[in-house]
């Protein structure tokens, strides 16, 4: 299935979401602006665009894997969620679990964005809740 995602550049460096690869999950998101990431602190990336979602959907921002491996950079909120209602530029907060300081540069890959739909659903309140085999069972329950 197919959705018109609309992308408004709203500064003169920013460039279109990119998906690299046809069928790819994720379109790249560029940074608008240079910035230097020191090691063990996190800063906000601005982008330069703003969307309008389609109805029904929410963009999930994530990190990128080869910023990840080669500069220990990853998206901090990770995934961060844009709500289909927000109409202000996206932002990426990135921070930098290496030891050195990394230097975000303009147009520089800084995370991508995946489309998904969103479930709506109705809240029932129970005293009551089915059973199974894992039951109230939690963080490496399951000896694996």
């Known amino acids: 299935m197919e ?19 046809e069928g790819d999950a994720g379109l790249d998101l560029f940074s608008i602006e240079e910035k230097i990431i020191k090691a063990g602190e996190a800063e906000l990336i601005r982008t330069g665009i703003q969307i309008e979602l389609p109805k029904g959907t929410e963009a999930q921002v994530r990190p990128r894997s080869g910023l990840a491996l080669k500069h220990a950079i990853t ?11 927000y ?6 907060i990135l921070i930098n679990h290496g030891k050195e300081d990394v230097k ?9 964005m995946v489309i998904a739909p969103v479930l709506h659903v ?7 809740l089915s ?5 109230n069972g939690g963080f490496g329950s399951s000896g694996k």
Not at 104 to 112: D, F, L, N, V
């Open 75 to 85: 998206v901090l909120n990770s995934p961060g969620t844009i709500d289909e209602g």
């Open 104 to 112: 975000i540069e303009k147009q520089m890959r800084i995370a991508q």
């Open 122 to 128: 109705h809240l029932e309140q129970t005293d009551v």
């Open 87 to 92: 109409r202000g530029e996206i932002k990426v």
């Open 3 to 21: 959705y018109n995602l609309k992308v408004r550049l709203i500064h003169e460096d920013a460039k279109l979401p990119y998906q690299a690869n």
């Open 131 to 135: 059973h199974t085999d894992r039951g």
